[in-house]
Nanobody, 127 residues
Framework: QVQLVESGGGLVQAGGSLRLSCVASGRTFNSYVMGWFRQAPGKEREFVAA????????YYVDSVKGRFTISRDSAKITVFLQMNSLKPEDTGVYYC????????????????????WGQGTQVTVSS
């Protein structure tokens, strides 16, 4: 069973950058669609970005387009989320997960389509 561990969160001022990492243990996830999600206090978990198994296709929620970049290393062991021009509304706990249906890279982009959730990493953006 794949276990995912996120890291790289922290406190940053608005306009700053962070790079999140998601590492798999137990087995590699090189054949999986991977996604990043976030959850702000008092809000539901929301989709942020996804990447297909080869890294050739990516998809983002509109609010992060042009600021965030999802990528995966060639060994398909680590998935990254580079976050630039951070805003206070980006604050939350960020999670990575793998898509249940490995063959699908289409909507819906919802948490229900994913599993293998890690413990999350806190991102706090101050104004």
């Amino acid at each position: 069973q794949v276990q995912l561990v996120e890291s790289g969160g922290g406190l940053v001022q608005a306009g700053g950058s962070l790079r999140l990492s998601c590492v798999a243990s137990g087995r590699t996830f090189n054949s999986y669609v991977m996604g990043w999600f976030r959850q702000a206090p008092g809000k539901e978990r929301e989709f942020v970005a996804a990447i297909n198994w080869s890294g050739s296709s990516t998809y983002y929620v509109d609010s992060v387009k042009g600021r965030f970049t999802i990528s995966r290393d060639s060994a398909k062991i680590t998935v990254f989320l580079q976050m630039n021009s951070l805003k206070p509304e980006d604050t939350g706990v960020y999670y990575c997960a793998k898509r249940r249906d490995q063959r699908t890279f289409t909507a819906p982009w919802t948490p229900q389509e994913y599993d293998g959730w890690g413990q999350g990493t806190q991102v706090t953006v101050s104004s």
